[in-house]
């Protein structure tokens, strides 16, 4: 086994905090155990909350290349794992077939050379199992992928080797830190779920979310990024068709911020709710939230007890 990267979850913790990743306790045990345990993770939630970016991040925190295998749908094995260069070698048969008429033994060495490294187009996942050097797998938005796609993955991810007929068997020379995201638009595999360290990974608490805007708008005022964190707090628990996540928190702070605001009024909420808010019905649940907000803070300061 190869020797563990970090020695406590504080470790983690820390560390992605320097590379500017806020996490909290449960998304740095887990990015720990995957490290001691040598297993993929697979991290689940709504859009937006930081599942690729922890990949990033964990990379960047490691000094490890990434590699990112972008799933959709159609997403085949001479995308994800290897393909033969067929151009190449056929430009390789031609100018074989230019020198005099070749006899069969010329025809041996010809397929021996044409099926050789020099003609194999290595794709992310080959990429990431036959690397040197240190390096995070990323297999983005997996649940994009059709149950085929989904099993070669698995295959792969069980015993990190892959078989090319012609090549033979290549064997990892290191098991990378391998990170597969979903949005969960439809249930993987139980298999491939049990193949893997589950983190769910949600949107964050108003701490979190503010420490977020704090490190990611470093212009922004400590009470602006405040009110921004509870606001947007306040509209997801709303029934919304599709709540603000992290990047349009963030998309909101920057516009503030740009728009010399100090302090968020009903006037401001209403001009730039669209930045968090994409649905017509949702901006105006959420208007009627902030004003019915607004107006419940006025009664209590009316009726505040006058010491
Ligand atoms: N915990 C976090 N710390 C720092 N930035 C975050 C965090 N969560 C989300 N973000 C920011 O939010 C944006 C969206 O994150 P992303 O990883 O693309 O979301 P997802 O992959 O879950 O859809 C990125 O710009 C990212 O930097
Ligand atoms: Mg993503």
Known sequence: MAEPRFDSVPEVREGLKKVDYLSDEGIAG???LA???QKPILVEGPAGTGKTQLAKSVAEMMGARLIRLQCYEGLDESKALYE???KKQLLRIQAAGKQDDSGSDEWDALSGDIFSDDFLLTRPLLE??????PVVLLIDEVDRVEVETEALLLEILSDYTVSIPELGTIEAKQIPMVFLTSNNTRELSEALKRR?????????DLERE????LTKVPDITESLADQVARIVRSIRNLELKKSPSVSETLDWARTLL???VNQIDAETARSTINILLKY????TKALRELEDAKSDMAKDTVAAPSS
């Open 258 to 260: 740009l728009l010399g």
């Open 35 to 37: 490290d001691r345990l």
């Open 196 to 204: 893997c360290l589950y983190l769910h990974v949600d949107y964050p």
């Open 84 to 86: 033969w260069n067929y």
């Open 280 to 283: 017509q019905s949702d901006i």
């Open 210 to 213: 503010k420490e977020i805007v």
């Open 128 to 133: 990431a199992i036959t690397a040197d050097d």
């Open 30 to 32: 887990i990015v720990y």
